[in-house]
T-cell receptor, first 116, second 114 residues
């Protein structure tokens, strides 16, 4: 079974630009979560999508948004990039079939975003 | 509020030594889930184990073992006879029953030298 894939793997953007990151979950998984990893703040939850609906959102500004498609693929968008947005963005998929059961999350390799 | 503390920032050992990574968590929930992930230099987080709050049995998987103690809110991870390939950052994480977000500790960087 193929794992979680993320594209692109590396990205360099300029302040003020916007960026879109893509994540394809493990086949059959309907839940996709996004995390930001920085040296200072560590791993922080951004949001989760389940069956095309955002189910939970972390404490990030509205510049961070996402969506999920009918095939469970997800995209994350960051508008008006700031230097502090430089981070490793990790996507995780989970074989969640209902809202009341917790499943482990499997992570992709991440997209390393550098904002200059 | 939920919180995960990994007090050990960095640990260095020599191959074949045993090493224990500590994890202490805080939560008011009665049902919760604990996880350990490994992050090698490639960056991908690799799932190692999930433990439910109502199951305090310790678990062993090859050279890996986990000790879950609700009385001390700890979920420690031991690697027996460490190998160079074990070098990585290890994260402990917490998730409650209703939530979907993993709350991660800051991680422990393990360096195993030959």
């Amino acid at each position: 079974k193929a794992g979680v894939t993320q594209t692109p793997r590396y990205l360099i953007k300029t302040r003020g630009q916007q960026v879109t990151l893509s994540c394809s979950p493990i086949s059959g998984h309907r839940s996709v979560s996004w995390y930001q990893q920085t040296p200072g703040q560590g791993l922080q939850f951004l949001f989760e999508y389940f069956s095309e609906t955002q189910r939970n959102k972390g404490n990030f500004p509205g510049r961070f948004s996402g969506r999920q498609f009918s095939n469970s693929r997800s995209e994350m968008n960051v508008s008006t990039l700031e230097l502090g947005d430089s981070a490793l963005y990790l996507c995780a998929s989970s074989g969640r079939v209902s809202l009341d059961r917790v499943y482990e999350q499997y992570f992709g390799p991440g997209t390393r975003l550098t904002v200059t | 509020a939920q919180k995960v503390t990994q007090a050990q920032t960095e640990i260095s050992v020599v191959e074949k030594e045993d090493v224990t990574l500590d994890c202490v968590y805080e939560t008011r929930d009665t049902t919760y889930y604990l996880f350990w992930y490994k992050q090698p230099p490639s960056g991908e987080l690799v799932f190692l184990i999930r433990r439910n709050s109502f199951d305090e049995q310790n678990e062993i998987s090859g050279r890996y073992s986990w000790n879950f103690q609700k009385s001390t809110s700890s979920f420690n991870f031991t690697i027996t006879a460490s190998q160079v390939v074990d070098s990585a950052v290890y994260f402990c994480a917490l998730r409650n029953q209703a939530g979907t977000a993993l709350i991660f500790g800051k991680g422990t960087t393990l360096s195993v030298s030959s």
